[in-house]
């Protein structure tokens, strides 16, 4: 840290945004401390992330870009099928991040999370498991975090990053919380049963939701199934939750029956997507980021990425400073134009994906179909560019 104060930094919650703003803040010299909930905060097992070349950048940024690209599998394009296999888009991902000097990348979620945490720890953040966050208050220049047991830590900065369903978040706002956007079920198979190489393979249903899979390092296949709300009933309804997407997806291009068929059913993880109806950074000395700040439907795959570039720009935004407001005011300067236009973008495709009448469905995948590709390229490549603001 060349100049400017130190600043203690407190963060309430170890996830994605947590671990990776600890890295952040670090590296900008600040004393940091992570209180996480959880004993072990790596995430379900059986999900993974796709880390598009925005979120490469970050890590690179963050020095975990190099063991993050040996860990995973490299992602060339996305490809967008209707259930006849009717190929509707497709988009060179590959090609994109290199015009943009990146690239993108599959990998396990608790792979993502191990390096992260490996990270903290060498950058010397005190990582605390097991103690949970609960309240906020600022007290004239400190900030105060209240812990579940009933103790209270002081800083100069609390950062939220406790997830969609965020307790500090709660206090800070009045928009209700966090509302259920879908409900995927998402699994990872224990063979590769012919997914594409380097592909991103997405499948819109003839009746709403959709499936789609990827390749990861060691053979396996990630998969995520987008539920309707008649699949939704039954599964309230049935148990056998492997022979219902089995049904849902049975005359959908393959691989897609084939990698569900391959994964054992204990291993597949139902979790509810929740969304915020409005951005929100917090306010003060108290900074959401991640999901507690912007949570949003995953068309686009952007939650992680977001979060991974939340962290970057708020150590940049808090290093050689003396004042803590100023920079935290600069980073939500700096994160808001672009986190308003990608919500925008993204609620605009979640809309559109979640018809459910079969007409509607089937003039939605003819137009996209229609569509220049250059336009897609065009939406790719801004979300793929680390901090891209679309001017008009």
């Known amino acids: 840290m060349a100049g400017g104060r130190v600043h203690e930094v407190l963060i ?12 952040a803040l670090r590296s900008a010299g600040h004393r940091v401390r992570v209180y996480e909930r959880s004993l072990d905060p790596s995430g379900d097992a059986g999900t993974a992330f796709n880390l598009w070349g925005n979120a490469m950048t970050a890590l690179d940024r963050l020095g975990v870009g190099a063991a993050v690209r040996a860990a995973g599998d490299p992602l060339h394009r996305m490809r967008l099928l209707s259930h006849r296999g009717e190929l509707i888009a497709e988009n060179p991902i590959g090609e994109i991040g290199q015009r943009l000097g990146t690239e993108s990348v599959n990998l396990r979620r608790a792979e993502l999370m191990r390096l992260l945490r490996e990270a903290a720890d060498k950058a010397g953040a005190e990582l605390r498991f097991g103690q949970a966050g609960r309240t906020c208050r600022t007290e004239g220049d400190r900030v105060v975090l209240g812990l579940a047991d009933g103790s209270e830590v002081h800083g100069d900065v609390l950062v939220g990053a406790d997830g969609a369903r965020s307790t500090l978040r709660t206090q800070l706002t009045s928009d209700g919380g966090p509302q259920e956007s879908s409900l995927p079920v998402r699994g990872i198979s224990d063979v590769d049963p012919g997914a594409p190489a380097n592909t991103v393979l997405m499948v819109w249903g003839p009746r709403g939701g959709g499936a789609g899979c990827w390749p990861l390092a060691g053979g396996q296949v990630s998969w995520t199934v987008g539920t309707t709300t008649a699949l939704r009933r039954r599964m309230r309804r049935e148990t056998d939750l492997k022979r219902l997407l089995l049904d849902f997806v049975a005359g959908f291009p393959e691989p897609i029956e084939a990698v569900i068929a391959a994964t054992p059913a204990e291993r597949m993880v139902v979790t509810p997507v929740l969304v915020h109806r409005d951005l929100s950074w917090g306010g003060g000395r108290v900074l959401l980021v991640g999901d507690a700040a912007h949570a949003m439907p995953t068309v686009y795959s952007q939650g992680a990425c977001q979060a991974l570039e939340d962290a970057v720009v708020l150590g940049e935004a808090l290093t050689d400073t003396d004042d803590v407001l100023a920079g935290l005011a600069d980073f939500r300067r700096r994160r808001t134009p672009r986190m308003e236009w990608l919500r925008g973008r993204v609620q605009s495709l979640d809309r559109m994906q979640k018809f459910e009448n079969r007409l509607m469905c089937g003039i939605r995948d003819r137009m996209a179909g229609k569509a220049p590709p250059e ?18």
Not at 13 to 23: D, I, P, Q, T
Not at 375 to 392: A, K, L, N, T
């Open 12 to 23: 309430s919650g170890a996830g994605v945004a947590g671990l990776a703003a600890a890295v």
């Open 375 to 392: 336009r897609s390229e065009r939406s790719w490549r801004q979300i793929m560019d680390f901090g891209h603001v679309p001017q008009g």
